[in-house]
């Protein structure tokens, strides 16, 4: 019997190693979570707290998602910055953020849908990277803004 098994023991150590990058979002939920150890993220309680704190401490919260999804309902003082995953929306975030200075705290969101599918979030950080802000965080939204936010009770504005 033992030995039955230990060709497909063989088996799965041989392809095992390749599985993960066959499939890219395997490789994306490994990156994210790195991430998240590096301060990149942010949790939806986490922000609560900040929001509900002194309002000079509070970061500018940008829906960097569809606005369809910000129409639906959204975190209360967040600013519709355009989808990130384009270049209209990208040029959106841009003009949001003019004039904001280079060290305020800001932290961008979606909840389009499981955070490793987001086209949104990864775009819109590097974007406003890229113009020099450094105090930048994204919502951390695994599965998406009605089921991380709005389900578990968290504020709402429409």
Avoid at 99 to 128: D, K
Wanted: include cysteine.
């Amino acid at each position: 019997m033992k030995l039955a098994i230990l060709p497909l023991i063989l088996a799965g150590a041989l392809f095992a190693p390749t599985a993960s990058f066959a499939h890219p979002h395997r490789m994306t939920a490994k990156v994210v979570h790195s991430r998240a150890a590096q301060g990149d993220t942010i949790a939806p309680r986490q922000l609560l707290r900040l929001l509900r704190g002194p309002e000079a401490h509070r970061p500018l919260v940008l829906q960097v998602g569809f606005k369809v999804l910000y129409d639906g309902g959204h975190i209360p003082g967040s600013t519709f910055a355009g989808p990130a995953s384009s270049p209209d929306g990208l040029a959106a975030l841009d003009r949001t953020v003019k004039g904001v200075s280079r060290s305020r705290e800001i932290v961008v969101y979606c909840g389009c849908c499981p955070w490793q599918h987001c086209p949104n979030v990864q775009p819109a950080l590097a974007e406003l990277r890229r113009q020099g802000f450094h105090d930048v965080r994204a919502l951390y939204i695994p599965r998406d803004f009605y089921a991380d936010w709005i389900e578990q009770g968290l504020p709402v504005a429409r």
